[in-house]
């Protein structure tokens, strides 16, 4: 029987904003900007300008049409509203300057760019700690995707899921996620070797030399999902600048910018970790108002603020965990429906292709054969 033997998971709509006490740019509701928008930290705009440059183009065209600062007027101690961010990014693809430009981004994203919450992963006693932590604060981070780290014997392994419906820009936002974590690994311990695989859910590209280079280890095209898969005895590899002091004080900073966030997710969060102290036995609308000692009306006007909802985290929560089930265990779908306190397994079937588009067998099987294709 296969142990679902850690779980450490990410979950949401989109990340928080505030990254560094950053300074927000304030829209005017004429310029498209929702109220409770989401924003992200502005370094993702900024390094993609600055790629768009190198290839000769202007971006300024490209930032005006999202409503973002034009020129060198945007610093990544700033943020942007993600939603800005995602349409800038559609409007750099459009050009067509490289199939690979979520890699190129991607390379470029060293700790030092991710602020204290960089400072806090390259400080970590081992690979694990940094992983654990990275993911706790990844809200901090401007990420479109939900991370999860999943450690049971078939080895460690990172996967990136994707919040919504797949855009045009699906392949930009795992590569770059995917690129930076293999940049960030080498920050840590000045190499490679921690990776075993890579997989990613579309076809092989013609050329594979790009990938080579930036995740030196075997590489899985048409997988049901990308994943990074991670030798378990990395896991306790010491980073190169581990330092128990500053990550402690790197870790306090980033628990008290999360805390400082007003109106960018902050509440979402505080539901999820509600939802996840029992999870299969999840506490009831009210029950989360009284853990967080708020009332009911209180906290679904915060949570329509941050454009979400109890339902809506809920059903994250379980999507989630539902599809570690499947990945993980061989727990059958009746027994997984139960665990996620569905009526029964028809009910929690059909939520589940609402999810993924897809019958829990289904996706079970894909998985089961993407892990045969592993070493």
Not at 21 to 46: F, N, T, Y
Not at 288 to 312: D, G, M
């Amino acid at each position: 029987m296969f142990r679902l033997t850690n779980i450490f998971v990410i979950f949401g709509q989109s990340p928080l904003a505030t990254h560094q006490k950053a300074r927000s740019l304030h829209m005017s509701s004429s310029s498209g900007r929702s109220p409770g928008e989401r924003e992200h930290p502005a370094i993702g705009v900024v390094v993609l300008a600055q790629l768009l440059r190198e290839f000769g183009q202007d971006p300024d065209p490209l930032l005006a049409a999202e409503g973002l600062p034009t020129g060198l007027h945007l610093t990544h101690h700033e943020t942007v509203a993600a939603s800005r961010e995602l349409g800038f990014i559609k409007r750099a693809l459009a050009l067509n300057l490289d199939p690979e430009l979520g890699l190129l981004a991607g390379q470029r994203h060293h700790f030092g760019v991710f602020g204290m919450w960089g400072l806090a992963i390259v400080s970590s006693d081992t690979l694990a700690d940094a992983i654990r932590l990275g993911l706790r604060y990844i809200d901090l981070t401007h990420t479109f995707l939900a991370w999860s780290f999943v450690s049971d014997p078939d080895g460690p392994r990172l996967s990136p899921h994707e919040r919504r419906q797949p855009t045009t820009a699906r392949r930009f936002l795992l590569e770059r996620d995917l690129a930076a974590a293999a940049t960030l690994l080498v920050d840590l311990l000045g190499h490679r070797h921690a990776l075993t695989s890579v997989s990613l859910p579309y076809p092989a590209p013609e050329n594979l030399q790009r990938y080579q280079a930036i995740f030196g280890c075997e590489l899985v095209f048409d997988a049901p999902a990308a994943e990074i898969r991670i030798h378990p005895g990395s896991l306790d590899a010491r980073p190169l600048q581990a330092n128990p002091m500053a990550a402690r004080l790197a870790e306090e900073q980033c628990r008290q910018l999360v805390d400082q966030m007003s109106g960018a997710g902050s509440t979402v969060q505080a539901v999820r970790e509600a939802l996840m102290e029992k999870p299969g036995q999840f506490a009831t609308f009210d029950q989360v108002a009284l853990r967080l000692k708020t009332s009911t009306r209180s906290l679904r006007r915060k949570l329509a603020a941050e454009s979400s909802s109890y339902r809506q985290v809920l059903d994250q929560v379980r999507e989630t965990l539902a599809k570690a089930y499947l990945r993980d265990t061989r727990l059958t779908v009746e027994e997984i429906a139960a665990r996620l306190a569905y009526s029964d397994a028809a009910n929690f079937s059909h939520a589940f292709r609402r999810w993924s588009g897809t019958a829990p067998g289904r996706y079970r099987a894909d998985a089961m054969i993407s892990a045969r294709k592993q070493p």
